[in-house]
């Protein structure tokens, strides 16, 4: 049995850390789009996100694209993001293109905000699954059956100076940096401390599992989401409020989703420290939040709302021991 009979897969993911030099690994550029598994078949391509969905009728144009890889059967991980006028990825652009199913939408979206595959690891080839392999060997074999064009893209790396090769992509726009071991190897589904991404600013997903009722301008909508995290037995665990970063179109835009999810049922025990009424929700909802720093009682010092993150699902959302300080 190889990887296309287990399909779906769970991408391998990423700690968080600080930049680093180091001749053991490559550095790649981090992109900001959505995450994506290519399967490709018999000249068919298919895309599976990172919640093991299909989302191939999403991204048309990547699809029209299969004749680029020049293999009978591959597994390819990789990023679909939007570019820029500038080269650089655009999440909210990025995000005109989630969630359609009619085809006439995807086609009025693509034509407004065309996507591209950046490919970055190769999982299996020509029957044969390569996780186990060394990583620079599966890019190594990536780069040899991968054309490039408008929506296909390889996914380059640098070595040994990933302190400067980060400055350098920060100056330029990009988000940050993922940092690999050379020898790793493919990990599905699991956080691996083999690869570390170094953001320029520290974000954190977490998930929104209640709201304070607002007061004054904000009445209509509310006051704070309350933030959540699993920790490693699966308990939802409070890592604070956030009550700024909003503007008026996110707030309009989050209130109606939230009432759809609203429960009586408290999902955290112990003080939320709110300053009006809680409503609790049900745990789907995902957000980015930009912060200062996280302190040891599992708390968000100084956040603010960055977006919501209709890519990721809550079980993504645990608490990494090496973010919390000892």
């Known amino acids: 049995m190889t990887l296309f009979q287990e399909r779906p897969i769970s991408p391998m993911m990423a700690k968080t850390g600080e930049p680093f030099d180091s001749p053991n690994h490559i550095f790649e550029t981090k992109y900001d789009g959505l995450r994506a598994i290519l399967y490709f078949q018999n000249g068919k391509l298919e895309l599976q996100n990172r919640n093991l969905r299909d989302v191939t009728m999403g991204y048309p144009e990547i699809v029209q694209s299969s004749n680029l890889i020049k293999a009978g059967k591959a597994?390819?991980?990789?990023?679909?993001?939007?570019?820029?006028?500038?080269?650089?990825?655009?999440?909210?652009?990025?995000q005109t293109r989630f969630g359609?199913?009619?085809?006439?939408?995807?086609?009025a979206v693509r034509v407004v905000n065309p996507a591209t595959y950046v490919?970055?690891?190769?999982?299996?080839?020509?029957?044969?699954?390569?996780?186990?392999?060394p990583l620079l060997q599966r890019k190594e074999?990536?780069?040899?059956?991968?054309?490039?064009?408008?929506?296909?893209?390889?996914?380059?790396?640098?070595?040994?100076r990933g302190r400067e090769f980060y400055a350098n992509l920060l100056e330029l726009g990009f988000e940050g940096t993922i940092a690999k071991e050379k020898d790793s190897q493919y990990l599905r589904g699991v956080r691996s401390s083999t690869w570390v991404k170094v953001k320029g600013t520290q974000t954190m997903d977490a998930i929104v599992v209640g709201y304070s009722a607002g007061e004054g301008a904000r009445t209509p909508t509310f006051g704070s989401l309350i933030m959540a995290?699993?920790?490693?037995?699966?308990?939802?665990?409070h890592v604070g409020n956030v009550g700024g970063g909003f503007n008026e179109k996110a707030l309009e835009e989050i209130r109606p989703r939230l009432d759809k999810l609203a429960t009586k049922t408290p999902l955290l025990q112990g003080p939320i420290d709110a300053p009006?009424?809680?409503?609790?929700v049900k745990p789907r909802i995902v957000a980015e939040v930009l912060y200062a720093n996280f302190t040891r009682d599992h708390r968000f010092r100084f956040p603010r709302f960055q977006r919501l993150r209709p890519d990721k699902s809550p079980e993504e959302c645990v608490l990494d021991e090496d973010i919390i300080p000892r």
């Not at 597994?75 to 990025?94: Q, W, Y």
């Not at 995290?229 to 665990?237: F, R």
């Not at 009006?276 to 609790?280: K, R």
């Open 100 to 107: 359609h199913n009619d085809r006439t939408a995807v086609e």
């Open 229 to 237: 995290m699993y920790d490693k037995n699966g308990k939802l665990v």
């Open 75 to 94: 597994i390819i991980d990789g990023e679909v993001v939007v570019l820029n006028e500038k080269g650089l990825p655009d999440f909210g652009r990025m």
């Open 119 to 133: 490919a970055f690891d190769l999982l299996h080839l020509d029957g044969r699954d390569i996780i186990n392999d």
């Open 141 to 160: 074999r990536l780069r040899k059956i991968l054309n490039e064009g408008p929506h296909m893209m390889f996914g380059e790396h640098s070595e040994k």
């Open 276 to 280: 009006t009424p809680v409503v609790w």
